[in-house]
């Protein structure tokens, strides 16, 4: 058990909805990372944030948006939800951006479009 | 812009056999390597990782080398077993940023 928890586990939701992902990072993590994984594909970066403030932004969709909160719990916001956003969503978290913070992923929110 | 290529994408190997994956990674600044295991169904789990400063890493059945002048660094599984078999990812990342670049994943399976 890597320590981080997404909810919900399965969501399967219409084109043109919104959703949000949640998650809860490590004990002591101040880091939360999201990625996209579409069918056997890689680990997509979309956004990461750092004790509440975003950091870095990789390939995130204008439909997405996150946000992490004082508590340091992070949510994804998919809108305007399209087939192609069916993937798996990852988040991580380490402890800071010193040399050697491993990531440490949860078990992911597999999201279904239909 | 910076990346990780990784090889090969797929790799059947028989039980007992070794395994080897490579990765090239070509952001200079790079110096923490980790590798993940990412079960079905399951997360990327880190399995080993190396810093910049050492050249190889043991722990028990798996090992990694890197070599920084070339910007090349490996993952060894020896003595395979069969759940062994999942998706492994390499990664670099630079101490101080934010930055965590994966590669496209190898699918490993060992068959008994």
């Known amino acids: 058990d890597s320590g981080v928890t997404q909810t919900p586990k399965h969501l399967i939701t219409a084109t043109g909805q919104r959703v949000t992902l949640r998650c809860s990072p490590r004990?002591?993590?101040?880091?939360v990372y999201w990625y996209q994984q579409s069918l056997d594909q890689g680990l997509q970066f979309l956004i990461q944030?750092?004790?509440?403030?975003?950091?870095a932004k990789g390939n995130i969709l204008e439909r997405f948006s996150a946000q992490q909160f004082p508590d340091l719990h992070s949510e994804l916001n998919l809108s305007s939800l399209e087939l192609g956003d069916s993937a798996l969503y990852f988040c991580a978290s380490s402890v800071g951006v010193g040399m050697g913070s491993p990531l440490h992923f949860g078990n992911g929110t597999r999201l279904t479009v239909t | 812009g910076e990346n990780v290529e990784q090889h090969p994408s797929t790799l059947s190997v028989q039980e007992g056999d070794s395994a080897v994956i490579k990765c090239t990674y070509s952001?200079?600044?790079?110096?923490?390597f980790p590798w993940y295991k990412q079960e079905l169904g399951k997360g990327p789990q880190l399995i080993i990782d190396?810093?910049?400063?050492?050249g190889e890493k043991k722990d028990q059945r798996i090992a990694v080398t890197l070599n920084k002048t070339a910007k090349h660094f490996s993952l060894h599984i020896t003595e395979t077993q069969p759940e062994d078999s999942a998706v492994y990812f390499c990664a670099a990342s630079t101490s101080g940023t934010y930055k965590y670049i994966f590669g496209t994943g190898t699918r490993l399976k060992v068959l008994a």
């Open positions: 952001d200079s600044a790079s110096n923490y």
């Open positions: 944030y750092y004790n509440g403030e975003e950091r």
């Open positions: 190396i810093r910049s400063n050492v």
């Open positions: 004990s002591g993590d101040l880091s």
